[in-house]
């Protein structure tokens, strides 16, 4: 394939000022040669991902590296680099516990990337929709197949979605919906609970609900089922008030890395608390489920839980999403 040496692009750059403060600006940078194994991408979109204002803001558990490109993920088409598998105009997407992280990601117009961090866009997504899925929507998907593995059927009962107007959340809610589960949302915004209903949400609790400050080592059984974007307490009561050999599934951290609990509803009850991590996955099971989520998973109107914003728009996106203002999935144009 073709080299694109010396090419001017645009990206979003995460860097240590002067003071020693981390911040993240637009700058202009040169496209260097790939090296053998390597692709070009040209971006067409990246998204938001609460991980992404981590890195951004320089959280050092999550830039591995300053200066450092942000974005998790993208999708785009091969611009060049050197490959047997690819052609110049396929389109597809990135993703990777290194992109983003370690090595520069999404936030820019070009990437040059390993081969083994691309793979093809499944057929009936588009760049965009697959953008709108993004690591939030591929990451709800993964909570729900967890709790199908675990026998977490529709007539099971109960399902509650925690931060469920997050990125996440309220593509678990859709999802879930979706497939005919009965789906209860939390959320701390009141303003919201009309949205949640319109996207699938049968009763929507406050973050209250979800908070239970008591010493009972278990509640009333409710849930057969969760999904949880929080972590903390929240994630403490809705274990402590899921059924008997319920399993409740937990992706998030922004209410506390602590989990104050006893192992009653593990000894007592049969609850199985399963952990979703996307980055260590398989490249087989992830190519598994994003065929789903582009054939029988597929949202129909997935655009009315997302939102396109430009390049120079996404430092106020970034700082929208760490004060928990974002309700939805952010993507990216570059």
Request: overall charge neutral; glycine content about 12%; charged content about 20%.
């Amino acid at each position: 394939m073709n080299s694109l040496p010396n090419l001017k692009y645009r990206c979003l750059v995460a860097e240590k000022d002067p003071q020693g403060n981390v911040t993240a600006a637009i700058a202009e940078r040169t496209l260097g040669e790939p090296a053998p194994g390597e692709l070009v991408v040209r971006i067409a979109f990246s998204s938001l991902n609460y991980k992404d204002a981590l890195a951004a803001t320089g959280h050092p558990g999550v830039a591995r590296r300053l200066p450092l490109v942000p974005g998790i993920d993208a999708a785009g088409t091969i611009a060049g680099g050197h490959s047997t598998r690819f052609q110049p105009g396929d389109e597809v997407l990135i993703f990777h516990a290194q992109f983003g992280t370690e090595r520069d990601g999404g936030y820019a117009e070009y990437a040059v990337v390993p081969e083994e961090l691309v793979f093809k866009l499944p057929r009936g997504l588009s760049l965009l929709e697959a953008m709108s899925i993004g690591t939030g929507g591929f990451t709800a998907a993964q909570c729900v197949d967890e709790l199908l593995r675990h026998q977490i059927t529709p007539n099971s009962g109960q399902i509650v979605v925690s931060g469920a107007t997050g990125g996440v959340g309220i593509y678990a809610v859709k999802l879930l919906a979706r497939l005919g589960y009965q789906v209860v949302a939390s959320t701390g915004k009141a303003h919201l609970v009309d949205w949640l209903k319109q996207h699938g949400a049968r009763e929507v609790l406050t973050r209250g609900d979800l908070d239970d400050r008591t010493q009972r080592p278990l509640l009333s059984a409710r849930w057969a089922g969760a999904v949880d974007t929080v972590g903390g307490n929240t994630l403490a009561t809705i274990l402590r008030a899921t059924q008997p050999f319920g399993c409740v599934t937990a992706c998030g951290l922004v209410g506390g890395a602590d989990l104050p609990l006893t192992v009653y509803p593990f000894i007592l009850r049969g609850v199985t608390l399963q952990g979703v991590d996307t980055a260590g996955i398989t490249p087989a099971y992830r190519a598994e489920l994003w065929q789903r989520l582009a054939g029988d998973w597929r949202l129909q109107d997935i655009e009315k839980i997302s939102y396109v914003v430009p390049l120079d728009g996404l430092t106020e996106e970034i700082a929208r999403i760490l004060r928990g203002e974002i309700a939805g999935r952010v993507v990216v144009k570059l």
